[in-house]
């Protein structure tokens, strides 16, 4: 029985948005094969909870996500799928055989975590049912979501008849200064990226944000650095620590770029310097996160960032007895913006599952995997899983798996219609 899917919750108002070949949802659902994939995920519950756990307890920090991509190609294979890993590090496999020529549907899920659990202990289950432990929700919630569809595809092929097939990714990278590297490979340099029609990302839980516009950000390194010297016998030199936190005090003080038209953020995420607490530091360092919904004023903040920082390394030295300070600004990483090409089916239709399945869903902007491909005019959204979660690149992160089954239906129904929509153009 799929007892969420309420009919009574669609509005009436609007004909629903479907590809070509599909006269409605009612009729979709209650045909094999999707009824059984459908109901697939309510009978696995407790293996799709199981793998869930067991897959984050294999610890995947950016850039070394190697062991769980060992791991989910060790679980891909029992279920009789041919999983592969790329020269990236992305584990792929292909649900069916569309052949070599026909368009394909990629579905995605990144495996690293910014937090890694230190022992397998630390992903447990409280005794409210949750899920806790570094990255249990970003993105265990995401790749236990795949897992399931990637079994469900096994048992139960979605249409045999559709010259079209499905791409399962779990791409490297997604996180901190990964910079997007997994999704960008399978974009420019996969063999499969020719055929790729649409790109469906799974991030997170929340199944209410949509997202169809891509958060531009860019990420800094800051370097500076001076003679040190001894704390008292040296006392005046300049101070690299003394000149970095003029910078960030400075830059996290101005108000000259704000703009009602442009939401930004800017983050000092990470500090180091020094070695002893009567040693002048010799050097210093800072990461910084810029974002911005416009590309011009997120090139602004930018050059205001290096402005602010030669006005700070110029008081430095300018108040120094002895030695000079100087700085290296060095670009660590960029996420390009972008948005849902004017005219793509793919919103339309999600909002008709929506609607299908009584979730209030709205359009949000956000910086994903999906940034890549949105970026470069494709077809592609962003959402979450389903269940609940928080607390995320935090050690307090936590998942609920209340919840979990209408997102895993809602992805199975919205890729069928990406499917019919990508064998639309054979």
């Keep these: 029985m799929l007892g969420s899917l309420n009919p009574k919750r669609r509005s009436a108002d609007a004909a629903p948005a479907l590809p070509a070949g599909v006269t409605s949802l009612d009729e979709l659902v209650a045909a094999p094969p999707l009824r059984e994939a459908l109901s697939f995920f309510a009978q696995a519950r407790r293996w799709i909870d199981e793998t869930h756990l067991a897959l984050c307890r294999v610890p995947a920090p950016t850039f070394q996500e190697q062991a769980r991509a060992e791991w989910i190609m060790t679980q891909l294979a029992t279920m009789g799928l041919d999983a592969r890993q790329d020269r990236a590090g992305n584990v792929y496999t292909l649900a069916g055989d569309p052949g070599r020529h026909l368009p394909l549907v990629a579905v995605t899920a990144h495996l690293d975590t910014v937090l890694a659990p230190r022992d397998p202990s630390e992903i447990h289950v409280d005794a409210r049912g949750r899920f806790l432990g570094p990255g249990v929700s970003d993105n265990g919630s995401g790749l236990a979501a795949l897992m399931a569809l990637a079994r469900s595809l096994t048992l139960h092929p979605l249409d045999l008849d559709i010259p079209a097939g499905v791409l399962l990714v779990f791409n490297v990278g997604e996180e901190g200064e990964g910079n997007l590297s997994g999704m960008r490979f399978l974009c420019k340099n996969s063999p499969f990226a020719p055929r790729i029609r649409s790109f469906l990302v799974l991030d997170g839980p929340a199944l209410e944000p949509i997202t169809a516009e891509a958060l531009a950000c860019r990420r800094f390194e800051i370097t500076i650095t001076g003679p040190g010297g001894h704390s008292w016998s040296d006392h005046g030199a300049a101070n690299p620590v003394h000149a970095l936190a003029r910078c960030i005090a400075w830059y996290s003080d101005a108000r000259s770029l704000e703009t009602p038209l442009a939401r930004r953020s800017w983050n000092f995420g990470v500090i180091d310097g020094g070695s002893t607490v009567n040693a002048i530091p010799a050097s210093a360092r800072v990461k910084v996160d810029l974002r911005c919904l416009r590309q011009d004023v997120l090139s602004a903040m930018a050059a205001e960032l290096a402005s602010v920082l030669e006005r700070a390394v110029q008081a430095e030295n300018g108040l120094a007895r002895q030695g000079r300070v100087t700085a290296r600004l060095k670009e660590a990483g960029s996420r390009p913006g972008g948005a849902l090409p004017e005219g793509s089916p793919l919103l339309a239709y999600l909002r008709t599952v929506d609607q299908f399945l009584g979730i209030r869903s709205s359009v949000d902007c956000a910086s994903t995997d999906a940034n890549i491909p949105l970026s470069m005019g ?49």
């Design 378 to 426: 494709l077809p592609a959204l962003s959402i979450g899983a389903g269940g609940s979660g928080g607390g995320a690149h935090t050690p307090q992160e936590w998942y609920h798996p209340e919840g979990r089954e209408r997102g895993l239906r809602r992805i199975a129904i919205f890729l069928r219609l990406l499917l019919a929509e990508a064998a639309s153009g054979v």
